[in-house]
């Protein structure tokens, strides 16, 4: 490398006319067409003005701005000044940053639903073509989206001593889809609204899949085991230590504990357990840990990890598969801030939860892409990832004859790469 002593100046043009930024954008479009969510988007009834923008144009639009990289209304105006990318997205238009804010507001209760609604059938067709028959599990977790201005409408102090909003959000584990996510405020139990939000995602599984559900303690509750029950779904739930359990555990003989493959000094043991106001008893599966104080373990103590279920299988593996769900945290991390969900714009709570709802369609979007269109190696790939490989890819576009042709910034591996995905797009 040899850079001069004084740098060469540079003139700047513009050059929205003959290139676009996020060539890879198109595919985003083209897997929306195909899952039917351009269609579904049609049927929302958000009021709009007479030359509003039309509201599959304005979801479209904001889902693209998160699916690039933005995660605020202001950064919609990279994607108005592309010109190339929108004519190339089928013309999409895409809102200002004020019209979009006041778009938001337009969402009452009703359109929420409708928008939940579309994509749980855009989740259903992924996994439709993606097939599969074993067992599905389904990790249901909460988490708190910290704001910081006093004006946000629901935004309290939770449970982490955080002031902010408190969404329920359910990931299928293996494919990392997004079931639901519905907002709350900052200071409801984990468990809060469950019974309603549940049943709403089980309809974007399978009918002929089994399902399992894996949750914390925040879900460790009466009304969330009533309905596992009545709809005969297993269940594996951390259970609280409370004094009664801790008794019941520390009962158990010298006998009862086995040694736990998969961790070193760790133990298990298994015995039958009914919480307070239960309905049954069920399997308690606890494993113990030595306990450490810094670097120093304290002989005679232990780590207690308790997880009631009603699934069959060996017991340690149980727990095994129960732990993994700690994975559910990358999904979250991910969705609020890879994808920028977290970055709630407005005071208005159901501005918020259409946000939220975008930003659903939008990580979707992108893990249907993984799943359908590469290859199994890349699956495990974040959006960060994505981003840089496939969404936002610099390209000249070229029109000559009845031709299209988008000249990609890339070498031949990334032009060979970009024509399969089209084709594996035209075969869906």
């Not at 519905?182 to 899949?209: E, I, T, W, Y």
């Not at 060996?314 to 700690?326: D, E, F, N, Q």
Request: proline content about 3%; charged content about 25%; glycine content about 8%.
């Amino acid at each position: 490398m040899k850079i001069p002593r004084r740098f060469r100046r540079v003139k700047f043009h513009p050059a929205a006319q003959h290139t676009t930024s996020f060539a890879g954008l198109r595919f985003v479009f083209d897997l929306a067409a195909k899952l039917g969510v351009i269609r579904d988007l049609k049927t929302l009834t958000v009021k709009k003005r007479r030359r509003g923008i039309p509201i599959e144009d304005f979801v479209m639009g904001v889902a693209a701005n998160f699916v690039v990289g933005g995660d605020s209304l202001s950064d919609l105006q990279v994607l108005r000044d592309e010109t190339v990318t929108r004519e190339l997205c089928y013309g999409v238009e895409v809102p200002a940053a004020t019209t979009a804010g006041e778009r938001l507001r337009t969402f009452a209760l009703g359109h929420l639903y409708q928008l939940e609604r579309i994509n749980r059938r855009a989740t259903r067709a992924v996994l439709d073509r993606i097939g599969g028959s074993g067992p599905m599990t389904v990790d249901l977790d909460s988490s708190i989206f910290e704001v910081y201005g006093y004006l946000k409408e629901g935004a309290r102090y939770g449970y982490t001593g955080e002031r902010g909003l408190h969404p329920l959000l359910a990931f299928v584990h293996a494919e990392r889809l997004l079931l639901g996510a519905r907002l709350r405020a900052g200071n409801r139990a984990s468990a809060d609204g469950v019974a309603s939000f549940l049943p709403q995602v089980l309809k974007a599984l399978p009918d002929h899949r089994t399902v399992r559900l894996r949750m914390d303690a925040g879900f460790y509750a009466q009304g969330v085991e009533r309905l596992c029950v009545a709809r005969g779904l297993g269940f594996s739930i951390s259970a609280k230590l409370t004094s009664r359990l801790q008794a019941a555990i520390g009962a158990l003989p010298a006998s009862s504990w086995q040694s736990y493959p998969w961790e070193e000094g760790a133990e298990w043991a298994e015995f039958r357990y009914r919480p307070n106001g239960w309905s049954r008893e069920y399997r308690l599966l606890v494993k113990r840990a030595a306990w450490f104080e810094k670097d120093q373990r304290v002989i005679g103590e232990h780590f207690h990890t308790a997880v009631l279920t009603n699934l069959s299988g060996a017991g340690s593996s149980l727990i095994r598969y129960h732990l993994a769900r700690g994975g559910m945290e990358n999904y979250i991390e991910e969705f609020k801030h890879g994808v920028g969900a977290a970055h709630l714009p407005s005071q208005n709570f159901h501005a918020n939860w259409a946000w939220l709802l975008i930003a659903a369609l939008a990580y979707n979007l992108a893990q249907g892409f993984k799943l359908l269109l590469l290859n199994r190696a890349q699956h495990a790939d974040q959006l960060k990832k994505l981003r840089l490989h496939w969404f936002n890819v610099g390209a000249r576009w070229i029109r000559t004859g009845r031709r299209w042709i988008l000249a990609l910034a890339r070498g031949p591996d990334t032009v060979a790469a970009f024509s399969r995905v089209q084709s594996l797009l035209a075969a869906l």
